[in-house]
T-cell receptor, first 113, second 119 residues
């Protein structure tokens, strides 16, 4: 059964810092991995989708890497801004049904001005 | 529509009451998913539709939960005889294409969710 773990659970940084969010998954036979952002009271916004054949994806100040052999993914946020404050969720396909995503519990990020 | 719309945004139900949650996916999207998100947790899969066919309902926690998508567009998640443990945010997501293992997926679009509180 696929299990996804995210650390740290919460992170507080001053504006301008670069930061790394970590995600690990138990079943490395995945075909992609996704990172989402969730603002309080809102749904999920897809940030980056990494296919299994890729090692990383970039979108603006965000860079996500994928290492299937070690069962890890990282989300790197450069030059953080207060508007980046949100919960970041990592999701991998479940191994008992490829339609479903298995989510981690998320990292709550607070960027202070 | 421009996004996935869910209604109501908030629902307070007395224990034992039946509730119905609605999801309007993006027009033309083939795949539709329901997830349940408890406070402080990540979303957990409930069920998946490809058009009107419910292909996976393995995540539904009990037979009190029922989902349908009769015409392949709007979907309804129904919870009968609600219990306090049903309190959560229920998220709906849609995707343009049907999901296959080897397909490069376009990703989901999530709605804002329905927050259900059972008292």
């Amino acid at each position: 059964k696929q299990e996804v773990t995210q650390i740290p659970a919460a992170l507080s940084v001053p504006e301008g810092e670069n930061l790394v969010l970590n995600c690990s998954f138990t079943d490395s036979a995945i075909y992609n991995l996704q990172w989402f952002r969730q603002d309080p009271g809102k749904g999920l916004t897809s940030l980056l989708l990494i296919q299994s054949s890729q090692r990383e994806q970039t979108s603006g100040r965000l860079n996500a890497s994928l290492d299937k052999s070690s069962g890890r993914s990282t989300l790197y946020i450069a030059a953080s801004q207060p508007g980046d404050s949100a919960t970041y969720l990592c999701a991998a396909p479940g191994n008992t049904g490829f339609q479903k995503l298995v989510f981690g519990t998320g990292t709550r990020l607070l960027v202070s001005p | 529509g421009a996004g996935v719309s869910q209604s109501p945004r908030y629902k307070v139900a007395k224990r034992g009451q039946d509730v119905a949650l609605r999801c309007d996916p993006i027009s033309g999207h083939v795949s539709l998913f329901w997830y349940q998100q408890a406070l402080g947790q990540g979303p957990e899969f409930l069920t998946y539709f490809q058009n009107e066919a419910q292909l996976d309902k393995s995540g539904l926690p009990s037979d009190r939960f029922f989902a349908e998508r009769p015409e392949g567009s709007v979907s309804t998640l129904k919870i009968q005889r609600t219990q306090q443990e049903d309190s959560a945010v229920y998220l709906c997501a849609s995707s343009r294409d049907r999901v296959t293992r080897n397909q490069r997926r376009n990703g989901y679009t999530f709605g804002s969710g329905t927050r259900l509180t059972v008292v």
